[in-house]
């Protein structure tokens, strides 16, 4: 059997951004020889020093609690329940389109916690500062790849010639089958040359939820 190669990635679960770019490498393990791995980031720690609008700022406000429960999980079961925990949490949250506001945030985590028959008591982490620095800690890894210019999600994984790390990428909707195995080799293409740094165009259209 062919070894695959892991690939982690950083998100923070209220980013649709991240969701999309989680399903879509997810789509590419069906079809190129990659295993990803999750990892925690953070927008509150991210833009806690950021000049962004008051409405953002309010929303932040809130987005530790759902970031500490899925590090309380990992603390508890290993890095290898996130996947399935941020799964059931963005199934709820984006493709259903549940709990868009604060106060819908934690029921929201609460039931992903039951889906997944994880111990109830983890929602408690939500309002606590205990897991803060392992989210921080987590976070730091990650941005510090690819620089404090980007967000959420971070890729990165070893390639033949050292690390390669990257924001993105931002698509709607994630391609299927091969099509997400060749945005993944372009990707991997370009993310590999010694020297790029971007290459980007306007938004178009929103998150598509399939």
């Known amino acids: 059997m062919t070894e695959r190669t892991p690939v982690d990635l950083w998100f923070d679960p209220l980013c649709p951004w991240a969701w999309m770019t989680s399903r879509w490498l997810l789509e590419v393990q069906t079809v190129r020889e990659i295993e990803p791995r999750f990892r925690i980031m953070s927008l509150a720690v991210l833009n806690e020093d950021k000049d962004i609008s008051e409405d953002y700022r309010k929303m932040l ?21 996130l996947g399935s925990l941020y799964t059931e949490i963005g199934t709820r949250w984006h493709n259903e389109g549940r709990g868009k506001d604060r106060d819908g ?22 309002d606590s500062q205990e897991y803060d620095e392992a989210v ?12 404090q210019e980007v967000g959420t999600p971070v890729i990165a994984l070893d390639g033949p010639e050292g690390k390669i790390a990257f924001f993105g990428p931002v698509v709607s909707p994630a391609p299927r089958g091969e099509a997400a195995g060749k945005l993944w080799d372009g990707v991997l293409l370009v993310a590999g040359t010694d020297g790029f740094f971007e290459l980007k ?7 598509i939820f399939e």
């Open 61 to 81: 406000g809130g987005a530790m609690g759902p970031v500490r429960v899925v590090a309380a999980a990992a603390a508890k079961y290993g890095d290898q329940i």
């Open 105 to 126: 945030w934690r029921d929201i985590v609460s039931e992903a916690l039951g889906a997944l028959d994880l111990d109830p008591a983890l929602i408690d982490a939500y």
């Open 136 to 147: 921080r800690s987590s976070h730091n890894e990650g941005i510090g790849l690819v620089g």
């Open 201 to 207: 165009r306007s938004r178009t259209r929103g998150p």
